[in-house]
């Protein structure tokens, strides 16, 4: 259920269970691997439902939060629930190094206002809380009033039209309509609109808020003017109305209307919010609700520009409260604040930016946030600590006394010490006294970790400061103590200890052949350049000026980088920099068998991605959700900016964008859009497909294909215009995205049938009923473009098209049921797979099957697919005996996707393997896939029946993984498995991960070097539900116990946003490229 805004007000629309009974469906699954409480005192602080109240047969979700982080394994709370009309999984995980899990709380219908408590328990704490269940409303679904029409934007009903109001079935006080949305919004007023006829007329009524609050209503108008009702805004994830007085016989609404105040900036938060220079840390500004269709600018300012720059603005999207940014802060000396700020709707919100010279290598320096700060005494109640002696603020009483260190009634014997983690090199300090005139220090002495001691004083009273120089000492740590002093309290108002520079800038580089790497070190005498130990380096390494620009040789490798101080030869610094030749990811999961490996992966391995090494670098915003996997490109020439890596993100806003994929900013390169409001082109609303599998807009969801022999992107795109509904086929120039060959061009086409939908003896493709979600194939020259359906509304068929690259003529189509229903093509999100011999692979789902019997239908089937005389045609298939069973239970054969094998040894070297939401698991031989056997599935090379948690929500989505004889795969409620291909065979039992995920849609990646290095990745999106955040999980590919990296790893440094189904990570030259649902971010090493 979704909110969406529509002109100047809020308006709320669901699509199903919230106004009637809704069944139950699934099975719970108990995790095979349990991880016992430690003995310690983490323990289950709290659990809380919401929303706190549901319509029987709606489900809620449960949040458990441990006291402290799971441990290693992560940690399962035990769950309980004592009224079987509220069902909870046995258990939910708390992943390793997090302190909450959410849980869903499925619902059965009740006929009586129910109440259920959910229990938890973990570490010998419990925890528990109340969800309420109310009985159904009721919608008059024969005459077209449903609870959702209340919603449509249009002010109507009886005696006009009818379809345009909720009608209840003969009910009067007690009837109620709620709508309930993914995430919080802020609401301040509602207008409602009683049915028009004079019959019906509600007297009174209550609205009711998922914050608990309730405002009564009085009577409706009859005459459709509405009733307007105000409020002080409330931030809420629900509304309902209930009637509790009215005449006629069947109440209801003509329109219900929810507005949210006026739109305004709420915060705007930086991260980190101290830094060293050169060092960018992100903003994020929130508006207090979603931005309108065409987006909100706010306007951004510095007030320390020349330390702190900011672009003019930054646009949050359509339909998103958020929005990053990057703050630049060049090389400085001397500690600096700045405030940024922005601006819109008449609101400023602020942050402050502490910003400090780079301290390297040790943790010894201005603003040592890493170091540990001791004092013979402080004024803890005032605030003056000892840590504010290092905060980079020069200040104190009488200015602001909560920015310096004071002690509690000392003056000589008075000393402050801070201590680093690791050892690090100084040459100077600069004290600052207290400024009031009252606390002079007159003299002190530096005691250094290497028993030397330098004397200092006496301190300037006038807060100059006095700057103390010394022969670089490699130390852990420095105290000043005082030995004489006046006043009543001494202290400090800053204690800045400065590094002699060892480092070189950037500490990590990645390159590809056309690129050069500006490097920089820090030292005051003249620097000497080597690479690899060789004085400006050669051709070989790469070559390396006397300015530190560095070029790189033709051939791929990892090198050092070394700065030498020609007066100091003791005083060195050193970077990583590797040299890349992967050419880019041009299809979804890699290539068109579909195995999801990168073999050109030097620079990730197991021995760096760790949460110490590997983190998240960048958050570029977007327009939309982003379904499509991004594709990189290596070495593109954008015209009059030279060489670029690019990566490509696609929007369900239709939006292309193509980001520099080494130096992202939040401006990309360039981005096209396919949608005009203004000439009424505009993405497709799910109420106008009837379906809310993706919300709240469809545009772009299958995953483009990179054509590198011609450099241009295709994407298909759907578009509402003008009440008329449009697939398209693009062809894109990578350098600018303009259209290239006279496209875009319209998707259509039909076959001679009588299947579902049919007239006169054919079936035409209906663009609103059909969705593209698999990712398109380019195969010798032709796209190829599969579709199925949005959540199952009928009339919907397979379908196939084919069109030429080079002219974007449309060369063959094909349906999969021509002569029945359904038979969707949707896998998903996987791509259409190829081998290469250029046949084409698809999977089904469910639907009609006959081809056993010479019909031309193939439900729930793999379809081995080739174009023959303008005809795509189905050289041959494999339907599972057991197909109608599953077309009946809706275990589509075809959620899965199609991997096809490298040749293997033994009888069958041509293999192919899939996975439905049944979860057995397939290896089939593509030089005969085995048809159906009605009699069992033996004819097949292999079958393994319950391979995989199936049923429900669990099963296979999407392809599973292959690299070096091993493929992976994860169904929802399972764990990732491994299968060992030995002999052409897959070794069982599998190799079993760790890590248990509810939803289990995403099919991993691998990155690799060849044969070593080899790493697992994979997105986990359990929260897509409720909006939360995606987590990316790296994995030993050569052993899934080994957990390399979690983004849940180092707090929220590394926290991506909210999470997107069927996603699939990009590893490519070093990073990894995940898409979220309003922004692409980016992880690598850490610089």
């Given at each position: 259920m979704n909110w969406r805004a529509v002109g100047a007000h809020l308006l709320f629309y669901s699509f199903c269970a919230f106004l009637f009974v809704a069944g139950l469906a699934g099975t719970l699954v108990e995790p095979v691997t349990r991880v016992p409480a430690p003995a310690s005192v983490i323990s289950l602080s709290s659990l809380t439902v919401n929303p706190t109240s549901v319509n029987g047969g709606i489900p809620s979700i449960g949040t458990v939060v441990l006291s402290s982080a799971a441990p290693v394994g992560g940690a399962q709370v035990v769950l309980s629930s004592n009224n079987p009309a509220a069902g909870v999984p046995s258990d939910v995980t708390v992943p390793a190094g997090s302190n909450s899990a959410n849980f869903t709380v499925s619902t059965a219908p009740v006929s009586a206002?129910?109440?259920?408590?959910?229990?938890?328990?973990?570490?010998?704490?419990?925890?528990?809380?109340?969800?309420?269940?109310?009985?159904?409303?009721?919608?008059?679904?024969?005459?077209?009033?449903?609870?959702?029409?209340?919603?449509?934007?249009?002010?109507?009903?009886?005696?006009?039209?009818?379809?345009?109001?909720?009608?209840?079935?003969?009910?009067?006080?007690?009837?109620?309509?709620?709508?309930?949305?993914?995430?919080?919004?802020?609401?301040?007023?509602?207008?409602?609109?009683?049915?028009?006829?004079?019959?019906?007329?509600?007297?009174?009524?209550?609205?009711?808020?998922?914050?608990?609050?309730?405002?009564?209503?009085?009577?409706?108008?009859?005459?459709?003017?509405?009733?307007?009702v105000t409020f002080p805004p409330k931030t809420i994830t629900w509304i309902r109305f209930t009637v509790t007085s009215a005449v006629g016989s069947n109440i209801g609404l003509a329109e219900f209307q929810v507005f949210a105040p006026p739109l305004a900036l709420s915060s705007l938060t930086l991260s980190p919010t101290s830094v060293l220079a050169g060092y960018p840390p992100t903003g994020?500004?929130?508006?207090?609700?979603?931005?309108?269709?065409?987006?909100?600018?706010?306007?951004?300012?510095?007030?320390?520009?020349?330390?702190?720059?900011?672009?003019?603005?930054?646009?949050?999207?359509?339909?998103?409260?958020?929005?990053?940014?990057?703050?630049?802060?060049?090389?400085?000396?001397?500690?600096?604040?700045?405030?940024i700020s922005g601006s819109y709707g008449g609101v400023t919100q602020s942050a402050t930016l502490d910003i400090t010279p780079p301290v390297a290598p040790g943790d010894l320096g201005p603003?040592?946030?890493?170091?540990?700060?001791?004092?013979?005494?402080?004024?803890?109640?005032?605030?003056?600590?000892?840590?504010?002696?290092?905060?980079?603020?020069?200040?104190?009483?009488p200015g602001d006394p909560t920015k310096e260190w004071a002690t509690l009634g000392q003056l000589a014997g008075a000393w402050i010490q801070l201590t680093g983690s690791r050892p690090g090199t100084i040459s100077k300090v600069i004290l600052n006294d207290r400024p009031n005139l009252q606390d002079n220090v007159l003299s002190g002495a530096l005691s250094f970790s290497d028993g030397s001691i330098v004397p200092a004083g006496p301190l300037p009273n006038d807060g100059t400061g006095l700057l103390v120089t010394f022969p670089p000492k490699t130390v852990t740590w420095v105290r000043f103590t005082v030995t004489s002093a006046v006043g009543s309290n001494i202290g400090l108002?800053?204690?800045?200890?400065?590094?002699?520079?060892?480092?070189?800038?950037?500490?990590?580089?990645?390159?590809?052949f056309t690129q050069t790497q500006q490097f920089q070190a820090d030292f005051a005498s003249k620097i000497?350049?080597?690479?690899?130990?060789?004085?400006?380096?050669?051709?070989?390494?790469?070559?390396?000026?006397?300015?530190?620009?560095?070029?790189?040789?033709?051939?791929?490798?990892?090198?050092?980088?070394?700065?030498?101080?020609?007066?100091?030869?003791?005083?060195?610094?050193?970077?990583?920099?590797?040299?890349?030749?992967?050419?880019?990811?041009?299809?979804?999961?890699?290539?068109?068998?579909?195995?999801?490996?990168?073999?050109?992966?030097?620079?990730?391995?197991?021995?760096?991605?760790?949460?110490?090494?590997?983190?998240?670098l960048s958050t570029l915003p977007v327009d939309g959700n982003v379904y499509a996997q991004p594709l990189y490109v290596e070495n593109v020439l954008i015209p009059e900016r030279g060489y670029h890596n690019i990566v490509f993100v696609a929007t369900e806003h239709d939006s292309v964008y193509a980001f520099d994929a080494d130096n992202p900013g939040p401006v990309p390169l360039w981005r096209t859009t396919f949608i005009d409001p203004a000439a009424g082109i505009t993405t497709v609303s799910p109420i106008d497909v009837n379906a809310d599998n993706i919300y709240p807009e469809i545009g772009i969801t299958s995953t483009p294909v990179f054509d590198p022999a011609n450099r241009t992107l295709?994407?298909?795109?759907?578009?509402?215009?003008?009440?008329?509904?449009?697939?398209?086929?693009?062809?894109?120039?990578?350098?600018?995205?303009?259209?290239?060959?006279?496209?875009?061009?319209?998707?259509?086409?039909?076959?001679?049938?009588?299947?579902?939908?049919?007239?006169?003896?054919?079936?035409?493709?209906?663009?609103?009923?059909?969705?593209?979600?698999?990712?398109?194939?380019?195969?010798?020259?032709?796209?190829?473009?599969?579709?199925?359906?949005?959540?199952?509304?009928?009339?919907?068929?397979?379908?196939?098209?084919?069109?030429?690259?080079?002219?974007?003529?449309?060369?063959?189509?094909?349906?999969?049921?021509?002569?029945?229903?359904?038979?969707?093509?949707w896998q998903g999100g996987s791509g259409i797979a190829s081998d290469a011999l250029g046949n084409v692979y698809v999977a089904t789902g469910n639907g009609t099957f006959d081809a056993n019997v010479g019909g031309l239908d193939y439900g729930d089937s793999v379809l081995k697919l080739k174009i023959q005389n303008g005809t795509l045609t189905v050289l041959d298939y494999f339907t599972p005996a057991d197909?109608?069973?599953?077309?009946?239970?809706?275990?589509?054969?075809?959620?899965?996707?199609?991997?096809?094998?490298?040749?293997?040894?033994?009888?069958?070297?041509?293999?192919l393997t899939i996975a439905g939401k049944k979860g057995t698991l397939y290896l089939l031989n593509?030089?005969?896939?085995?048809?159906?056997?009605?009699?069992?599935?033996?004819?097949?090379?292999?079958?393994?029946?319950?391979?995989?948690?199936?049923?429900?929500?669990?099963?296979?989505?999407?392809?599973?993984?292959?690299?070096?004889?091993?493929?992976?795969?994860?169904?929802?409620?399972?764990?990732?498995?491994?299968?060992?291909?030995?002999?052409?065979?897959?070794?069982?039992?599998?190799?079993?991960?760790?890590?248990?995920?509810?939803?289990?849609?995403?099919?991993?990646?691998?990155?690799?070097n060849g044969s070593a290095g080899a790493i697992l990745w994979v997105l986990q999106t359990d929260n897509f539900v409720w909006g939360g955040p995606v987590a990316l999980h790296a994995y030993d590919a050569t052993n899934l116990s080994r957990i390399l990296y979690t983004s849940q790893q180092a707090g929220s440094r590394d926290v991506a946003g909210p999470a997107v189904k069927f996603s699939v990570p990009t590893v490519a030259n070093g990073k990894v490229f995940v898409g979220t649902q309003n922004a692409l971010i980016v992880y690598g090493l850490l610089p």
């Open positions: 206002p129910t109440v259920a408590t959910i229990s938890g328990s973990y570490g010998g704490g419990t925890q528990s809380a109340p969800l309420d269940g109310t009985p159904p409303a009721s919608q008059n679904t024969a005459t077209g009033q449903l609870g959702i029409k209340a919603f449509d934007g249009i002010i109507d009903g009886s005696p006009g039209d009818p379809t345009k109001e909720w009608a209840s079935s003969g009910q009067l006080a007690g009837a109620w309509i709620q709508v309930t949305g993914p995430r919080p919004v802020i609401i301040s007023k509602v207008i409602l609109n009683d049915r028009p006829n004079l019959q019906d007329n509600v007297l009174s009524g209550t609205l009711s808020f998922s914050d608990a609050s309730n405002v009564p209503v009085s009577p409706l108008p009859n005459d459709g003017s509405g009733l307007l994020v500004a929130t508006l207090n609700n979603p931005a309108p269709p065409g987006g909100a600018d706010v306007v951004l300012s510095s007030s320390n520009p020349l330390v702190a720059s900011v672009t003019q603005s930054v646009k949050v999207f359509g339909g998103n409260t958020s929005a990053s940014f990057g703050v630049s802060t060049p090389l400085l000396t001397a500690p600096t604040r700045a405030t603003c040592a946030t890493s170091a540990n700060v001791t004092v013979s005494s402080q004024n803890i109640a005032t605030g003056q600590q000892g840590i504010k002696a290092f905060d980079g603020i020069i200040d104190g009483s108002a800053e204690f800045q200890v400065f590094a002699t520079s060892t480092a070189v800038s950037p500490r990590v580089a990645v390159v590809t000497v350049w080597s690479v690899d130990g060789i004085a400006g380096g050669n051709s070989a390494v790469g070559t390396i000026s006397p300015t530190g620009l560095y070029t790189p040789p033709s051939s791929a490798g990892a090198h050092t980088v070394q700065a030498g101080n020609a007066d100091q030869p003791s005083q060195v610094a050193t970077a990583r920099l590797y040299v890349t030749d992967y050419p880019g990811l041009f299809t979804q999961h890699n290539d068109n068998a579909r195995t999801g490996q990168n073999l050109q992966e030097t620079v990730l391995t197991p021995d760096n991605v760790n949460s110490t090494q590997f983190g998240k295709y994407v298909a795109s759907k578009t509402k215009e003008n009440g008329n509904y449009f697939h398209r086929l693009h062809a894109l120039d990578i350098t600018t995205g303009a259209e290239k060959y006279g496209g875009p061009v319209v998707i259509q086409g039909s076959v001679l049938g009588t299947g579902d939908g049919s007239s006169g003896g054919e079936v035409a493709f209906d663009a609103l009923k059909h969705l593209n979600r698999p990712g398109l194939l380019l195969l010798n020259g032709v796209v190829y473009i599969a579709f199925g359906s949005h959540d199952d509304n009928d009339p919907y068929h397979g379908w196939v098209f084919a069109y030429d690259g080079s002219t974007l003529q449309q060369i063959a189509v094909f349906n999969a049921t021509p002569n029945g229903s359904r038979a969707g093509i197909q109608d069973s599953l077309n009946a239970a809706d275990l589509d054969f075809g959620s899965g996707g199609p991997l096809v094998l490298p040749d293997q040894p033994g009888p069958y070297p041509h293999l593509r030089d005969n896939l085995g048809r159906f056997n009605a009699g069992g599935d033996s004819q097949v090379v292999q079958f393994v029946s319950g391979a995989f948690t199936g049923g429900g929500d669990a099963g296979v989505f999407g392809s599973a993984t292959y690299w070096n004889s091993q493929v992976y795969c994860q169904a929802g409620k399972d764990l990732m498995k491994d299968f060992p291909l030995v002999g052409g065979l897959f070794s069982t039992p599998p190799i079993v991960g760790t890590d248990w995920f509810q939803f289990g849609r995403d099919p991993a990646s691998v990155s690799a």
